[in-house]
C-alpha cells in the first residue's frame, strides 16, 4: 500500500454492480484475473464480477493498477471516482485517461466541477479544435455541450434525428446556456428544444438560405434614430419588389419556414430567460415577421434583437414598430441591417421609438 492511497484501493471493493465488459485482448490474456466481490451484509447470490487488469512483466505500482481498473470499468461504475477517501491526484490522473467516446449518459452527470475541465477540454477538441471556452462562460463543459447541440441540429434529419436530439437535450438540459445553430434546415422541433433548455439566455439561428446577389439587390440601410425623420428630399433607391420572394412564393423553399417561425414565436412567449434573440440569413419576410411579433409583444425579457440581412419590408417594420411601443418591452438593441425598408418603415420606426434616448434604443 502506498501512502495515502487507501481510499482509492477501497474503491475497487465497492464495484459490487459491475458487470465487466473488455477486450478481447485482456481476456486472452492468462494474467489478467476475475474476481468476485460483494458489499458486506449483500445477498451473496448478487455478487457480480470485477475485471483487474493483468499485472506486467515489470509491476507497478498497487495504484496504478487501481486507476487502470477504475477507467475500464468507469462505464459501469462511475461514481467510483466519489468514494471517499481517494486521492485528488489519483481523481485527476483517471480523469485525464478517461477515453473521450464514453456515453454522454455516463459522463454528463458524473464529471463535473474544476477537475473534470481537462476531460471536456479533450471532448471539444475531438469536436472542433477551433472550440474557446471562453466564448462559453470559461467551461469546457458548456462549451461542449453547446457545440455538439449546434451540431446535431445542423446535420438534423426529421425522420431520423428526432429522438436523437431529444436525448441529448434530455441530459444536457443543465448546462446549455447559448445556442448557436447555423445552416440549419426547417423542421426542427423548436418548442421542444425551449421547453428542455430552461436556462437558455442566447439563441442564434440561420437556416439555409439561397440570397440573391449582392448586385441584384437594392437594399436601403435606414439608421434608427428617436428625433430625425425622413427628409422629403432623401432619396431612395430603385427596389425591385420582384426580386424577393412573397405570397407563399420561396417562403417555403429556402430560409426559416412559417412553421419554424411559429413555434419560435409561442417559444418566445413561453421563455422566462432569454435575453438575445439573433435571427439573421433567414430570408424572412413581412409575414414571418408578423407572426414573430406575436411573440415579442409578450415577451419582457429579450433585449436584444438581430434581424439583419433578411427581406424585411416596411410592413414588417410597422409590426416591429408595434412591439417597441409596447407595455412589455425592454429591447435596447435592435438591428436590422441589410433589409428592404424604406421611407414608410424609417417612419413607424421613428414614431415607435419618439421621446426614448438614443443611448437606451439603437
Known amino acids: 500500500r502506498e501512502g495515502g492511497s487507501g481510499g482509492l484501493i477501497f474503491c475497487l471493493l465497492q464495484m459490487t454492480t459491475v458487470e465487466s465488459r473488455t477486450s478481447e485482448a485482456s481476456l486472452s490474456d492468462p494474467s489478467s484475473k476475475r474476481t468476485s466481490v460483494a458489499s458486506a451484509g449483500a445477498d451473496p447470490s448478487r455478487q457480480s464480477e470485477v475485471f483487474i487488469p493483468a499485472l506486467p512483466k515489470n509491476p507497478d505500482l498497487l495504484t496504478d493498477i487501481c486507476v487502470r481498473a477504475i477507467i475500464t470499468n468507469f462505464s459501469h461504475c462511475p461514481r467510483l471516482l466519489e468514494v471517499q477517501g481517494v486521492p485528488k491526484k489519483y481523481k485527476s490522473k483517471v480523469i485525464n485517461l478517461l477515453p473521450t467516446t464514453l456515453p454522454h449518459e455516463v459522463t454528463a452527470p458524473n464529471l463535473r466541477g474544476p477537475e473534470s475541465e481537462s476531460y471536456w477540454r479533450r471532448c471539444c477538441q475531438d469536436l472542433d479544435r477551433n472550440i474557446d471556452a471562453a466564448t462559453h462562460g470559461s467551461s469546457w463543459k458548456r462549451a461542449f455541450f453547446e457545440e455538439k447541440l449546434a451540431q446535431l441540429l445542423r446535420l438534423y434529419k426529421p425522420a431520423m434525428d428526432s429522438d436523437k436530439v431529444k436525448r441529448f437535450l434530455e441530459l444536457s438540459r443543465d448546462y446549455i446556456y447559448a445556442l448557436k445553430a447555423t445552416n440549419i434546415s426547417k423542421g426542427i422541433d423548436i418548442r421542444t428544444i425551449a421547453q428542455h433548455l430552461f436556462n437558455l439566455t442566447d439563441l442564434h439561428l440561420s437556416y439555409k438560405c439561397d440570397t440573391l446577389p449582392p448586385d441584384r439587390l437594392h437594399i436601403l440601410e435606414t439608421s434608427l434614430s428617436p428625433s430625425p425623420f425622413p427628409s422629403p428630399s432623401m432619396h431612395t433607391p430603385k427596389f425591385d419588389n420582384d426580386l424577393y420572394p412573397r405570397d407563399g412564393v420561396g417562403q417555403d423553399a429556402q430560409g426559416m419556414g412559417l412553421q419554424d417561425v411559429v413555434d419560435l414565436s409561442w417559444s418566445i412567449r413561453a421563455s422566462k430567460s432569454l435575453t438575445s434573440l439573433s435571427l439573421p440569413n433567414n430570408c424572412l419576410t413581412d409575414e414571418h415577421v408578423r ?43 435592435l438591428t436590422l441591417t441589410n433589409n428592404a425598408i424604406r421611407s414608410q418603415g424609417a417612419i413607424q420606426l421613428s414614431f415607435a421609438l419618439k421621446g426614448v434616448s438614443p443611448t437606451n434604443k439603437s
Not at 434583437?305 to 425592454?330: Q, T, W
Request: proline share 2%; net charge positive; glycine share 6%.
Open 291 to 333: 407572426v414573430l411579433t406575436k411573440g415579442l409583444s409578450e415577451n419582457s425579457t429579450i433585449t436584444h434583437l438581430d434581424l439583419s440581412h433578411n427581406l424585411i419590408e416596411d410592413r414588417g417594420v410597422k409590426a416591429i414598430a408595434k412591439v417597441l411601443a409596447g407595455p412589455n418591452c425592454v429591447l435596447t438593441k
